[in-house]
C-alpha cells in the first residue's frame, strides 16, 4: 500500500498541511542524493519528491532545468534513482517518496517493468509531466498493481473537464501549479489560488497540494491556509546552489525550518 493516503489522512487529524520539498536526484553530486532525503525528513518534509533528471524538462524553468543538466553529467538515471530511493528506504520505512519527471526514461525502461521496479525500491508515487490523464490508463493500471500513486497536474488554465479527467485516474493527491509558466517563475497570486482549490478539490476527491512560486515562509504560511500541501522546487535547488561544497546539507535544513514554519502557521 502508498504511504501517501495515510500520510495525509494522519497529517488531517492532527490539523496539519503537508510539506513537500523536491530535489534533483543527483544534484549538486551523486552522493549527497540520499544524505539530501534524509535532511528534508529531519527538517520538516511530509513528502519527497524526487526528480528523474532529463535533458528536456518543458515543465522546469532554469534552476530546476540546471540541476538537471549537472545531475546527468554527473551519471544520475533512473536506474540510480531508484537505487538511491532503495538505500534511503534502509532508514526510512514511512515518508511517501513521489518520483517526478518525464516519459522518455519510463519508455526506455518499460512500463510494466519500471512499475515493478520503483515499488520495490520503495516508491509510493510517480508524476509524470508528458502523460496527460487521456493517455495514462495502461500506465495507471501497471501502477496500482504495484501499489503506486499515479499523480498529476493541473493549471490555472485547466477545465472542469480535465478535473473530470484527472479525478478518473488520480490517487495519492493532485499537484496543483499555481502559475502560468514555468517552475520557479512570476509571483504567486494567493487569492486566485484560494478561489480555485474548493472546485478542484470537490472533482478530483483527494488532497490538493500547490507548488511553483513558493519561495519562503510567508508565502509557504499562505499557500498552507488554502491547500493540504505545500510544494517547494526551485528555492530548494537555489539554496543547494549557493551553498559552498560541504554545506548543502546545513544550508537545506535551515530553509527547511523557515518553511516548515510557514506551513505550520498557515496551518493553525
Do not use: C, W
Not at 479525478?167 to 517563475?185: C, D, I, N, P, Q
Not at 526551485?234 to 544550508?251: Q, V
Amino acid at each position: 500500500m502508498s504511504r501517501i493516503k495515510p500520510t495525509f489522512e494522519r497529517l488531517a487529524a492532527a490539523q496539519r498541511k503537508a510539506l513537500i520539498p523536491f530535489v534533483t536526484a543527483g544534484f549538486p553530486r551523486l552522493d549527497l542524493t540520499v544524505p539530501l532525503m534524509h535532511t528534508l525528513v529531519e527538517s520538516g518534509a511530509d513528502v519527497i519528491e524526487l526528480g528523474v533528471p532529463f535533458s528536456d524538462p518543458m515543465a522546469d524553468g532554469p534552476t530546476i532545468q540546471r540541476s538537471s543538466e549537472k545531475a546527468l553529467a554527473n551519471g544520475m538515471t533512473l536506474h540510480k534513482v531508484l537505487a538511491a530511493v532503495a538505500e534511503f528506504r534502509q532508514r526510512d520505512r514511512e515518508t511517501p517518496i513521489v518520483l517526478m519527471g518525464y516519459a522518455n526514461p519510463i519508455e526506455a525502461m518499460g512500463q510494466e517493468i519500471f512499475a515493478q521496479a520503483a515499488r520495490e525500491a520503495g516508491v509510493d508515487g510517480v508524476l509524470v509531466v508528458d502523460y496527460p490523464p487521456e493517455e495514462i490508463a495502461e500506465f495507471a493500471i501497471a501502477l496500482r498493481r504495484h501499489e503506486l500513486d499515479p499523480i498529476f497536474l493541473l493549471a490555472p488554465t485547466s477545465t472542469p473537464e480535465r478535473y473530470t479527467a484527472v479525478a478518473a485516474e488520480a490517487s495519492g493527491y493532485v499537484y496543483y501549479v499555481s502559475l502560468k509558466g514555468v517552475t520557479g517563475s512570476a509571483q504567486l497570486n494567493t487569492a486566485e489560488v484560494a478561489a480555485r482549490l474548493p472546485a478542484i478539490r470537490a472533482a478530483v476527491g483527494v488532497p490538493v497540494g500547490v507548488g511553483f512560486g513558493i519561495r519562503d515562509a510567508a508565502t509557504a504560511a499562505k499557500m498552507a491556509a488554502v491547500a493540504d500541501a505545500v510544494v517547494v522546487g526551485s528555492r530548494i535547488i537555489e539554496a543547494l546552489e549557493e551553498a559552498p561544497a560541504g554545506e548543502e546539507l546545513t544550508r537545506l535544513a535551515a530553509l527547511m525550518g523557515e518553511l516548515r514554519r510557514g506551513v505550520d502557521a498557515g496551518s493553525s
